[in-house]
């Protein structure tokens, strides 16, 4: 007997039954999770994901794709990659109904924000699906919107009829390229001109990604939102760049002091010591493993916390200290 709603509203993780697999578009499928005993899941937000654990040591973040007010279930969607870690093709593989999966509680590192007056949404490809999620909402408060939706053709478009039907205080608009960017939305022209309350959000594939930021370079910081599925490809240091540096990491909490070698990834020695440091992406994507740094200079390199985050917290499965001694409030 699972733990009533009140109860399990406190949990990290969730054993919930997969009750659907749906083909949505080319190598994209739908997987719906529900209670195994038919109870209430904890709530989410717009923009929110779950971590699916799909085999051992396989754990992957997927952004929920339904209405934030439905509760009996969470629907995510995955494009099958083949050039991927292996995530989404045990997706496509393992996993099956009525398959018990391990998920954790939601998370949100990309939510919509209140009060914008209009509310323009730019999605590429898989990427649509925390934007649709935010369309359900937008929807459900009369809001206005502007869903721009760009792929390669309708045959790569999941939920575009859903999308298109669900359209009333909105827009929906589709995009298709035949494969070549140039032939699609014009992102720049889109965002050339800021306008006054209003908040772009953006998703999708690392060029995507790009294209989008540069076009909205010029918008005030704190009206534009994105998140990453992947981490981008961080640039070589250039030669004649300053070695990196050993440092010390002091635990406040239990009186540690660690030392992390230069080639050491911070997580694994928090890990290796006994802090309760959680990780799942490893790549500075889920905000798993976010912890509040005291004091020490911080070398970020994480993709989801904003600049005002980063005064207090930072990611140390990818994030790590610059010399002398880092101290966390662990």
């Known amino acids: 007997m699972n733990a009533p709603t009140n109860e399990r509203e406190a949990l990290t993780h969730l054993e919930l039954v ?50 934030p007010e ?5 629907v995510v969607a995955v494009l099958r990659d083949e050039s991927g870690r292996g995530g989404s093709r045990g997706m496509h593989e393992t996993l099956r109904v009525p ?69 009333r205080t909105g827009t ?6 035949g494969g070549n960017p140039k032939n699609g939305l014009d992102i720049a022209k889109l965002l050339e001109h800021p306008e006054p309350d209003t908040h772009v959000y953006y998703c999708g594939p690392g060029g995507f990604m790009e294209a989008c930021k540069q076009a909205a370079a010029h918008w005030p910081p704190a009206s534009v939102h994105c998140e990453h599925f992947k981490a981008p490809v961080q640039k070589a240091p250039s030669e004649g760049s300053p070695p990196m540096e050993g440092y010390a990491v002091e635990l406040a909490r239990s009186g540690l002091t660690l030392t992390v070698a230069p080639d050491q990834n911070l997580a694994e020695v928090l890990q290796q010591a006994g802090a309760p440091v959680e990780t799942s992406c490893q790549s500075g994507l889920c905000g798993t493993c976010k912890v509040r740094h005291l004091s020490g200079e911080v070398d970020h390199q994480d993709f ?16 790590r200290g610059c010399g002398g001694t880092l101290v966390l409030d662990l």
């Not at 323009?120 to 721009?148: F, N, S, W």
């Not at 916390?305 to 499965?317: A, H, I, K, N, Q």
């Open 18 to 67: 997969l009750r659907q697999v749906r083909m949505e578009a080319a190598g994209i499928n739908s997987f719906e999770f529900v209670d195994p005993d038919g109870n209430e899941l904890p709530a989410f937000t717009p923009g929110a994901h779950i971590d699916v654990h799909i085999a051992p040591g396989v754990i992957r973040q997927y952004s929920l794709c339904n209405s």
């Open 70 to 74: 439905e509760r009996h279930r969470y």
């Open 304 to 319: 989801i916390l904003d600049d005002g985050e980063r005064e207090s917290f930072m990611t140390p499965c990818v994030s």
């Open 99 to 167: 398959n018990r999966v391990r998920v954790g509680v939601p998370r949100n590192n990309f939510p919509l924000a209140e009060g914008a007056r209009k509310v323009i949404l730019i999605a590429g490809g898989i990427g649509v699906t925390p934007l649709k999620a935010m369309v359900h909402q937008l929807e459900a408060e009369c809001r206005d919107y502007a869903l721009h939706y760009c792929a390669k053709g309708p045959e790569y478009a999941a939920f575009e009829a859903e999308l298109r039907g669900m359209a």
């Open 172 to 177: 929906v608009q589709c995009h298709f390229d």
